[in-house]
């Protein structure tokens, strides 16, 4: 059953990755961006039970999805490029980004630190050294998937672990705190 639902999957994924980084890169205008954007969505579509709980085509599933992905890094972006712009007009002190720059770096060094070997390796190698899954997969001599669920566990428990931080910085830029 596990075999045909992942058969399955790297259909959906082959037929669709194309025509949705395509779609992605329209709103993004950077391929790599537009990337990574994809492959959450079927990082996402994978970690749940998608055959019965997709009520929709999958087809028009998988563009809302990019869609709203898209648009939420788009305004990330533009939050970040607002507060920058912010702090250069208004005089802001420069130490103080760095200070918020090296805290999140801590934080994120405590988080990885708990995570296991495996998926601390998978997610640096594929953050801080700019590796695709697949040379990590080659480098690591793991299944592609194994890398992707690897990869998964990271970013799910980073998100768990950096949401206080997040949310309180986020908070003190936007209210000058």
Not at 37 to 44: E, G, S, T
Not at 89 to 103: K, M
Not at 149 to 176: D, I, N, P, Q, W
Request: hydrophobic fraction near 40%; avoid cysteine; aromatic fraction near 10%.
């Amino acid at each position: 059953m596990l075999l045909q639902k992942e058969q399955t999957f790297e259909r959906v994924f082959r037929e669709h990755f194309k025509e949705l980084h395509r779609y992605a890169f329209r709103f993004l205008e950077d391929s790599d961006v537009a990337e990574e954007i994809v492959q959450q969505v079927f990082m996402r579509l994978w970690e749940r039970d998608w055959e019965d709980e997709i009520h929709t085509s999958l087809k028009a599933y998988l563009y809302r999805s990019v869609y709203h992905e898209s648009l939420n890094t788009l305004k990330r972006d533009q939050l970040k490029r607002k507060y920058q712009t912010h702090q250069v007009a208004s005089g802001g002190d420069v130490a103080y980004l760095d200070e918020g720059d090296s805290e999140l770096k801590r934080q994120l060094q405590l988080a990885l630190s708990h995570l296991p070997e495996k998926s601390r390796t998978v997610f640096e190698m594929s953050r801080f050294q700019d590796l695709k899954y697949k040379e990590i997969a080659d480098v690591l001599n793991l299944s592609l998937k194994t890398v992707e669920g690897h990869m998964s566990k990271a970013l799910r428990h980073l998100r768990v672990h950096l949401v206080e931080y997040l949310t309180v910085l986020a908070v003190s830029l936007m209210f000058g705190l």
